[in-house]
């Protein structure tokens, strides 16, 4: 695009990438960052997210730095963990893993962080880290099982999609929905624009459906 600086964003996330195009920024390219996102032995949530989502801007600026096209461009990284106390939620690809997440949901309270990472085109490191409490209703195995039927929980932090049909399991949410989805809409767009990034630059070519 012309008439604004280039921007990347290091994840392969549809639900990233749908949540900018929603604030109407479209970014130039896509560069995932292939990290181990294993958790630390005895590693904190908070700490787990922020050290994630710097991995991945570190490996996206490495790639950028190596194409002329995008060299100067903002990138921006992001991680999610979820976390009940301080037991880091795994990225289910299971049916178990699934499962044992939803079980022990189920009831209770938890927390969301989103931890983004944002270089800026001078190589410098801007980090915000942001925090949603969610309180799921109990969950009946009948529940447990129909979710994991669904499939929407494949690859999803905690074992669940918000934006689905896990949406109707919330009964109370206090912070960023958003940020539940997988990226803090309020804190990007914020953090983005407070480095000279110009946000609005796509708004005047959004239709709004």
């Known amino acids: 695009m012309l ?11 549809p639900r990233r990438l749908s949540l900018l195009n929603q604030a109407g920024i479209e970014p130039d390219a896509l560069r ?3 990290v181990d996102e294993t958790p630390k032995r005895g590693e904190l949530p908070r700490a787990c997210a922020n050290r994630l989502a710097r ?8 790639s950028v730095q190596l194409d002329d096209e995008l060299r100067g461009a903002f990138i921006l990284a992001a991680d999610t963990v979820v976390a009940v106390g301080r037991r880091i939620l795994p990225k289910a690809n299971l049916v178990d893993e699934a499962a044992q997440c939803l079980r022990l949901l189920s009831g209770r309270n938890h927390r969301v962080y989103t931890a983004i990472c944002l270089v800026t085109p001078r190589e410098a490191f801007r980090q915000r880290l942001v925090e949603t409490r969610v309180r799921f209703k109990r ?17 999803k932090a ?10 109707s399991f919330v009964v109370k949410m206090v912070g960023s929905y958003t940020n539940v989805v997988g990226l803090p809409l309020y804190e990007t767009t914020t953090l983005l624009g407070g480095e ?11 239709t709004t459906v």
């Open 55 to 62: 991995a991945k801007a570190d490996a996206a600026l490495k």
């Open 32 to 34: 995932p960052a292939d």
């Open 3 to 13: 008439g604004r600086p280039k921007f990347v964003l290091a994840s392969g996330s």
């Open 139 to 155: 969950l009946s195995e009948d529940d447990i099982q129909a979710y994991i039927g669904s499939g929407e929980w494949r690859g």
């Open 158 to 167: 905690g074992g669940y999609a918000v934006q689905g049909i896990a949406g």
């Open 196 to 206: 000279g990034f110009p946000i609005r630059f796509g708004w005047l070519n959004t």
